[in-house]
């Protein structure tokens, strides 16, 4: 089976500049989560989707950051204009309901430098 | 408000050797508890979980954790380390927000000596 799939893996790119991650989830999971990673602050929950509404977005840092999914299949997280602190890796996480007991999978993420 | 607390940030174990790993939690419920495994480069695997019931909880590659509501801990073992095993390793919490809301450690590094 094919699991959370985020492309781009790496993107490097100038301070500024818009910045687009790609989150899959799981086919049939209704519910994802966006995670930012860094050195200072480790795993933090940015955001979070249900049945492709937003419920959860106490954790994006600021408006320069918006997340949407437009539909079951699909998620974007995008940074505009994106800073040098931005540096972090991104991942995205699905599981199949809201469910306490339902374990979230995780894709490999995205590594963000912004020079 | 809730915060998880891994308190080693590297340790190296000899292969064949036992492995404890610490997790501390604060949170004022019943906590929903889950350790997480990450390879370098990769995302994060889910180990165990703990929601209710039996405090010895067993995972995917031979891994256990225990919950001690009384030391408010959620400690990682297994009894023999394989090489393989190296990655870092987080202790997270949900809380009881409706979803599963995780909030995680900081990780401890697992390194595996020959």
């Known amino acids: 089976d094919a699991g959370v799939i985020q492309s781009p893996r790496h993107e490097v790119t100038e301070m500024g500049q818009e910045v687009t991650l790609r989150c899959k989830p799981i086919?049939?999971?209704?519910?994802l989560f966006w995670y930012r990673q860094t050195m200072m602050r480790g795993l933090e929950l940015l955001i979070y989707?249900?049945?492709?509404?937003?419920?959860?977005d106490s954790g994006m840092p600021e408006d320069r950051f918006s997340a949407k999914m437009p539909n079951a299949s699909f998620s974007t997280l995008k940074i505009q204009p994106s800073e040098p602190r931005d540096s972090a890796v991104y991942f995205c996480?699905?599981?199949?309901?809201?469910?306490?007991?339902?374990?979230?999978?995780f894709g490999d993420g995205t590594r963000l430098s912004i020079l | 408000a809730q915060s998880v607390t891994q308190p080693d940030i590297h340790i190296t174990v000899s292969e064949g050797a036992s492995l404890e790993l610490r997790c501390n939690y604060s949170y004022g419920a019943t906590p929903y508890l889950f350790w997480y495994v990450q390879s370098p480069g990769q995302g994060l695997q889910l180990l165990l979980k703990?929601?209710?019931?039996?405090?010895l909880v067993q995972g995917i590659k031979g891994f256990e954790a225990e919950f001690k509501r009384s030391q408010s801990s959620f400690n990682l073992r297994k009894p023999s380390v394989h090489w393989s095993d190296a990655a870092e390793y987080f202790c997270a919490v949900s809380m009881n927000t409706g979803f599963q809301k995780l909030v995680f450690g900081t990780g401890t590094r697992l390194l595996v000596s020959p």
């Open positions: 086919s049939g999971h209704n519910s």
């Open positions: 703990y929601f209710s019931g039996d405090t």
């Open positions: 989707f249900n049945n492709n509404v937003p419920i959860d």
């Open positions: 996480a699905s599981s199949s309901s809201t469910g306490l007991n339902q374990p979230q999978h």
